[in-house]
């Protein structure tokens, strides 16, 4: 057992210095229908809210609820979901309202969680679980995103990060190994889709 709790500690504290030593995210990009590694993967909170000491990688999953029978998503690269409730009328309906003076958005476009707390040397992977293509896009701030189409960009400024940014199609995942420190990520297509990733040691907070 001394053995064994010894090797874990040598194995994080390796984890630690290759985190330590990056200064961007790590990024990599999988293909949909294929996974890298087999293993479940468990979120960075438990159910209850406590930290997650398993010393597991976090998920987010990028989801949305587009209606595969509905023919407006066509033009626009169709829905790839087998069952979705949303239809691209509703969609539609939901970018603004009278009371915002920017974007609002659908609410099933989402990243889940958009909020994770992990530690150095754990991965973090992404997958797109919707129907339509997103990005997971790290930026400085929040902003617009790439599609020029002012009723996904209503009230913002594009985030310098966006044109550069990479798609994920449906099914397709990537995973980031993060430097300590606080990180937002966005969709550059669906900007109200936000996420933001706390990576530190226990009991520290970092402001950023």
Known sequence: MRTSHASWTVLLLVGVAAACAKDSAQQQIVAPGSRSGGAPIAASRS????????G???????????????????????CLLRHGDVSFAEFGALLSSPLSLSVVGHPAWRNDPSYVETFPGRTVRVRNEGGRTHTFTEVAQFGGGKIPN????????????????????P????????????????CCIHPWMRAFIKVGSHGEHEDG
């Open 56 to 78: 597991e990688n976090a998920v987010v999953a990028i989801r949305d609820d587009c209606d595969p029978s509905d023919p407006g998503w066509a033009p626009s690269g169709g």
């Open 47 to 54: 159910a209850n809210g406590d930290d997650d000491d398993s």
């Open 150 to 169: 002012p009723a996904l960009n209503k009230g913002l400024v594009t985030a310098p990060e966006c044109p550069s940014s990479v798609d994920i199609p």
């Open 171 to 186: 099914g397709g995942s990537m995973s980031l190994t993060l430097a300590a420190g606080n990180h937002r990520f966005q």
